[in-house]
């Protein structure tokens, strides 16, 4: 059924009892926001690109051997 485990029949349960069922859908907007700003926050940086910066060999100086 929809991929529901009695597991989470009963945290759906606990949910309910403690938010009440006037709140659900106030506290799945809330939830639904805070995931999409995460998710935005996340997309905005830019991750730094570790990577060796190979030289050709015309620029590197003369070795004294």
Do not use: C, W
């Amino acid at each position: 059924m929809f991929g529901l485990s009695a597991e989470h029949v009963l945290l759906f349960g606990i949910i309910l009892l403690f938010f009440g069922p006037r709140r659900l859908p106030e506290l799945g907007n809330t939830l639904g926001k805070a995931i999409r700003n995460f998710k935005d926050a996340l997309a905005g940086i830019e991750e730094a690109d570790y990577r060796k910066i190979e030289k050709k060999q015309d620029e590197l100086p003369p070795s004294d051997v």
